[in-house]
T-cell receptor, first 113, second 116 residues
Framework: GDSVTQMEGPVTLSEEACLTINCTYTATGYPSLFWYVQYPGEGLQLLLKATKADDKGSNKGFEATYRKETTSFHLEKGSVQVSDSAVYFCALYGSGNTGKLIFGQGTTLQVKP | DAGVIQSPRHEVTEMGQEVTLRCKPISGHNSLFWYRQTMMRGLELLIYFNNNVPIDDSGMPEDRFSAKMPNASFSTLKIQPSEPRDSAVYFC??????????????FGEGSWLTVV
């Protein structure tokens, strides 16, 4: 079945460091891919998305490129801030038109000043 | 625009009590989801409604859990009787699923449940 695998955390970085959080998926067809972010004590917010191969989603300095050949959607940011500390979830829409979103296990990012 | 609205935000209850969580989806959305988040199991989809009809409830843990969606603007998740292992954050989410495909799923801020 469809699934999403993220790199395990926590990831601890110093402010202004580069960030990469790996995400790979298994799915039939061409699923839409998403990154959600969850700040402490809050719900999940959509960070960015891509709906077809080679699309690049971007928002708030974060980017992710839909790579069909490697079935990946890695999240990147060139210079992280303390305020980026959160849990990041990679997700995809499951097969069919069910609307069901399948999440990875989440990666905790901690940015130190 | 108002997002997905959940209540209560926080609930502390004693084991054996009934708990009812409420959700108002975004107006115009036709799909509604209940998720549970715990440290041990991460995010789990409990149940999914489309046009007020339950489509997939395979994630509902056991008969103590039930969910209803009497109309397009309201849903409840009920736990009766509650147990300490039900302590978690319960998220409601909604989206629009149509002929053109599936749109972004939007999440509420969650109901933080503690069963003592």
């Amino acid at each position: 079945g469809d699934s999403v695998t993220q790199m395990e955390g926590p990831v601890t970085l110093s402010e202004e460091a580069c960030l990469t959080i790996n995400c790979t998926y298994t799915a039939t067809g061409y699923p839409s891919l998403f990154w959600y972010v969850q700040y402490p004590g809050e719900g999940l917010q959509l960070l960015l998305k891509a709906t077809k191969a080679d699309d690049k989603g971007s928002n708030k300095g974060f980017e992710a490129t839909y790579r069909k050949e490697t079935t990946s959607f890695h999240l990147e940011k060139g210079s992280v801030q303390v305020s980026d500390s959160a849990v990041y979830f990679c997700a995809l829409y499951g097969s069919g038109n069910t609307g069901k979103l399948i999440f990875g296990q989440g990666t905790t990012l901690q940015v130190k000043p | 625009d108002a997002g997905v609205i959940q209540s209560p935000r926080h609930e502390v209850t004693e084991m054996g009590q009934e708990v009812t969580l409420r959700c108002k989806p975004i107006s115009g959305h036709n799909s509604l989801f209940w998720y549970r988040q715990t440290m041990m199991r991460g995010l789990e989809l409990l149940i999914y409604f489309n046009n007020n009809v339950p489509i997939d409830d395979s994630g509902m843990p056991e008969d103590r859990f039930s969910a209803k969606m009497p109309n397009a603007s309201f849903s409840t998740l009920k736990i009766q009787p509650s147990e300490p292992r039900d302590s978690a954050v319960y998220f409601c989410a909604s989206s629009l699923v149509g002929e053109r495909g599936r749109n972004t799923i939007y999440f509420g801020e969650g109901s933080w449940l503690t069963v003592v």
